[in-house]
């Protein structure tokens, strides 16, 4: 079985901080990870994946998250935050035993003070 | 453009009325979900289908039916033994062959029970 856990329903950060969002899985099989940003009242877009080449992924926007398999962590960070990236943040995980789904995190809203 | 689109975007539905939420796809793609969205609990599988002519159930099905009679097609009709229908309701497709394959989302539509 898999599962993802977003720590904090809520975060908020200023303009030009870091933004780092949490995410931890649980998977019996080695994981394929995702993020996804939504706005209000719009569907899920791709930020970015980890498919096992490289444990430091990049994506859209400026955003890159790194797999740790020891703590079994996929957090997502920016190095500065702009106000344009305060949305709704997903953490989804999917595998080989599941037949393509993805379970999906709770979600992690983003604030950006001015 | 390649894409999926949902319709209508906003849809209000008086109590024992079934109703049907389009959701069409040009991407090629096989497989085809639905998600139900409320505040605070992320996405949860309703259907999907991952070939034409046949679809699953996923955590959430009771009160919804589905059908796959197109590639490009996969309606979803919540009916009147939905108790709490009010959510917004997002549709995915997804290119198959590998699990790290993301899936694409529409734009969603919301629906209110009157």
């Known amino acids: 079985a898999q599962s993802v856990t977003q720590l904090g329903s809520h975060v908020s950060v200023s303009e030009g901080a870091l933004v780092l969002l949490r995410c931890n899985y649980s998977?019996?099989?080695?994981?394929?990870l995702f993020w996804y940003v939504q706005y209000p009242n719009q569907g899920l877009q791709l930020l970015l994946k980890y498919t096992s080449a490289a444990t430091l992924v990049k994506g859209i926007n400026g955003f890159e998250a790194e797999f740790k398999k020891s703590e079994t962590s996929f957090h997502l960070t920016k190095p500065s935050a702009h106000m344009s990236d305060a949305a709704e943040y997903f953490c989804a995980v999917s595998d080989d035993t599941n037949a393509g789904k993805s379970t999906f995190g709770d979600g992690t809203t983003l604030t950006v003070k001015p | 453009d390649g894409g999926i689109t949902q319709s209508p975007k906003y849809l209000f539905r008086k109590e024992g009325q079934n109703v049907t939420l389009s959701c069409e796809q040009n991407l090629n793609h096989d497989a085809m979900y639905w998600y139900r969205q409320d505040p605070g609990q992320g996405l949860r599988l309703i259907y999907y289908s991952q070939i034409v002519n046949d679809f699953q159930k996923g955590d959430i099905a009771e009160g919804y039916s589905v059908s796959r009679e197109k590639k490009e097609s996969f309606p979803l009709t919540v009916t009147s033994a939905q108790k709490n229908p009010t959510a917004f309701y997002l549709c995915a497709s997804r290119l198959t062959g590998s699990s790290y394959n993301e899936q694409f989302f529409g734009p969603g539509t919301r629906l209110t029970v009157l």
């Open positions: 998977s019996s099989v080695p994981p394929y």
